[in-house]
């Protein structure tokens, strides 16, 4: 097969792209990655609502990497109105990849009183149906929250049988895995839900599929997990029916860590890693304390809030109403261990105000919170990849949404592999 062109949606800083087309310039040799096959990014967008330019940092950091114009900065829903008007093109490609947010799914309307799916307005879900329903590319791959597989709490796993639905209706087969990227030798305990979907795909033996023959379970092996869960059951090419009717009465999620499904046959298992190679730890992304700015360190009067939000808790509090309760919580590591994979970094690692959440680490006797090159690095992003023009807050905050390079560039590489797109 020839080159394996890709659009990449919501692209953020450009994780999707580095990861697969991997990244060559002569002018950020310290940026080089390898690509995972032959795969050329063709077109992408990011664009944060409600459009106001002074939130558009990640866009601008995608464009000073790879070149002006190589990111479309609208919104996709008037994108693809325009598409669909022939007042604009999206140029050919034949894999379609984003990191879409966790919403509410529903369709507002039954196919049988709309001329398409009704979605519900403003949820990127149905962006992605829409560009799929116009081109149905051969390969998707995308990326979220493993919260997904249980929303919304009222109908369990609901979301996601209308996301299964739709590819179902499109004539796509999917495989979906829930990877702890700290499990797979990366150094950062981040869980995202991985989902693979391949157009017009020969018969699937679902089990088989799911244990040794998908594309998800050779770029991450596993094996069944020792509770030994599955489950089988179908999914409707009706998303409205999925809306209306899947999840009800369900305490949990059918819907497991790992699974396939082809022709709206669902197999699903919870699995485990088996993954025996080297590994990278917190420690290992660190920078040397002449490059950490003097912001970034905890000053000793400072120390005692810091204890106190990292710590256990049970506490009598009350609300505005005046109800007594109590509120509890578990200790969290601090300082954070430098001999494991961190803990998953999130948007609010930037600001020098005491957090539960934020990283710190001790180094050298002197504690500390995460320098940006360093979460860039958690992220399997080259150091100092979103270090132009951007503040620290904007970088961690890019950084805390990004996904971790390696884990699509895996999975890249077994698709190249089958696809006959290897160098």
Same mark, same amino acid.
């Given at each position: 097969?020839? =080159?394996? &062109? ?17 990244? !060559?310039?002569?002018?950020?040799? !310290? ?6 096959? @032959? ?6 967008? *990011? ?5 106001? @330019? ?11 990497? #790879? ?32 990191? #879409?947010?966790? *919403? ?40 979220? $929250? ?12 609901? !979301? ?30 981040? %869980? ?7 157009? !017009? ?7 088989? &599929? ?69 590994? %990278?730890?917190?420690? @290992?992304?660190? $920078?040397?304390? =002449? ?12 120390? @005692? ?20 309760? #109590? ?29 539960? =959440? ?9 504690? &500390? ?16 990849? =979103? ?37």
């Amino acid at each position: 097969m020839a =080159t394996i &062109r890709i659009a990449e949606l919501f692209a953020g800083v450009g994780g999707f792209r580095l990861g697969l087309d991997g990244y !060559d310039n002569p002018e950020h040799p !310290d940026f080089h990655m390898e690509p995972a096959g @032959d795969f050329r990014t063709v077109w992408a967008n *990011q664009w944060e609502p409600n459009g106001q @330019d002074s939130k558009q940092f990640a866009w601008r950091c995608y464009e000073d990497r #790879f070149g002006a114009g190589s990111c479309v900065n609208e919104d996709i829903a008037v994108v693809l109105d325009q598409v669909d008007a022939g007042e604009r093109e999206i140029p050919e490609f034949d894999m379609l990849v984003g990191g #879409f947010p966790c *919403q509410d799914y529903s369709v507002a309307k039954p196919l049988s009183l709309a001329k398409g799916i009704d979605g519900k307005k403003g949820v990127l879900w149905w962006s992605i149906n829409r560009l799929l329903e116009m081109r149905h590319p051969k390969y998707v791959l995308l990326e979220n $929250v493993d919260r997904l597989l249980k929303s919304p709490s009222a109908q369990r796993g609901r !979301d996601f049988a209308i996301i299964l639905s739709c590819l179902y209706r499109l004539g796509y087969s999917v495989e979906w895995r829930v990877i702890n990227a700290g499990e797979y030798g990366m150094p950062q305990r981040r %869980r995202r839900v991985y989902i693979y979907a391949q157009h !017009d795909a020969p018969q699937w033996d679902l089990k088989e &599929r799911l244990f040794g023959t998908g594309v998800e379970a050779r770029a991450f092996p596993a094996e069944l997990d020792v509770k030994q869960q599955e489950e089988t059951f179908n999914i409707s090419d009706d998303p409205y029916a999925m809306t209306e009717t899947f999840g009800k009465g369900l305490a949990v999620s059918p819907f497991l860590n790992a699974g396939v499904m082809q022709n709206g046959m669902v197999f699903t298992a919870r699995v485990q890693s088996t993954y025996t190679g080297p590994g %990278r730890n917190l420690g @290992d992304v660190l $920078v040397p304390l =002449t490059e950490v700015p003097a912001q970034f360190f905890i000053a000793p009067e400072k120390m @005692d809030s810091w204890t106190y939000l990292k710590g256990g808790k049970r506490e009598e509090r009350t609300a505005r109403t005046g109800y007594t309760y #109590f509120y509890s919580e578990g200790p969290v590591a601090f300082p954070d261990p430098l001999d494991k994979p961190s803990r998953t970094i999130l948007t609010g690692e930037g600001g020098a105000g005491a957090s539960r =959440t934020k990283h710190v680490v001790e180094q050298e006797g002197r504690y &500390r919170r995460l320098v940006p090159d360093e979460l860039d690095q958690l992220q399997c992003f080259p150091k100092g990849w =979103t270090g132009d023009g951007m503040t620290d807050g904007h970088r961690a905050f890019c950084m805390g949404n990004a996904l971790v390079t390696e884990i699509p560039h895996r999975i890249g590489q077994v698709i190249a592999h089958d696809a006959g797109a290897t160098f």
